[in-house]
């Protein structure tokens, strides 16, 4: 079956840091990946995604390529703001557009 | 210009209570979903529709009943409410459905915080 694994928070990086936030995921068929934030009181925003293997999606600084030898879609950001706060959802998309989400994993960025 | 509304945004409610939560999007998409985000932020489907069809089911109890009057809406009942039923539920939509090359993006609603007490 379909499934996804991200690392467990919270996170705490100092303001300027390299954030990565680990996914992983198991799947039939050729799925999509994404990664959406969710800030305080709000629903999902999506960040990026990407549709086929060896894609990177990339917006506002970060980025994650679809990795299919290593089933994974790993989050990455050169130099984390304080704004970047929030909760950070990896997601697999079946050919039904059935989405599988991550547990979720809170980044608090300090100044 | 709101893609995908919901209202209540709280909604707190005794025990065996029935309520309701509405849904619409303006974005002129033809599927609609439910999910249920618990205390630990877990988001799990609970159903999704296709142009006033039912497409998923998941294991929700029979208290549970989405309705669908027409694709820009689905709206979701739930008779007799327990404890267990606090949490944030999110309404989703997206363009199409099964059978398409890669998922589509879901766009997500703000969110209901329902509190049973």
């Known amino acids: 079956g379909n499934s996804v694994t991200q690392m467990e928070g919270p996170v705490t990086l100092s303001e300027e840091a390299f954030l990565t936030i680990n996914c992983t995921y198991t799947?039939?068929?050729?799925?999509?990946l994404f990664w959406y934030v969710q800030y305080p009181g709000e629903g999902l925003q999506l960040l990026l995604k990407?549709?086929?293997?060896?894609d990177k999606g990339s917006n506002k600084g970060f980025e994650a390529t679809y990795r299919k030898e290593t089933t994974s879609f790993h989050l990455e950001k050169g130099s984390v703001q304080v704004s970047d706060s929030a909760v950070y959802f990896c997601?697999?998309?079946?050919?039904?557009?059935?989405?599988?989400f991550g547990s979720g994993t809170k980044l608090n960025v300090k100044p | 210009d709101t893609a995908v509304s919901q209202t209540p945004k709280y909604l707190v409610t005794q025990m065996g209570n029935d309520k309701s939560i509405k849904c619409e999007q303006n974005l002129g998409h033809d599927t609609m979903y439910w999910y249920k985000q618990d205390s630990k932020k877990f988001l799990k489907i609970m159903f999704s529709?296709?142009?006033?069809?039912?497409?998923i089911n998941e294991t929700v109890p029979n208290r549970f009943s989405p309705k669908s009057p027409d694709k820009a809406h689905l709206n979701l009942h739930i008779n007799s409410l327990e404890l267990g039923d606090s949490a944030v539920y999110f309404c989703a939509s997206s363009l199409g459905l099964a059978g398409v090359v890669s998922a589509d993006t879901q766009y997500f609603g703000p969110g209901t915080r329902l509190t049973v007490l």
């Open positions: 997601a697999l998309g079946d050919n039904f557009n059935k989405f599988y």
């Open positions: 990407a549709t086929k293997a060896d």
């Open positions: 799947a039939t068929g050729y799925p999509s």
């Open positions: 529709y296709n142009n006033k069809e039912l497409i």
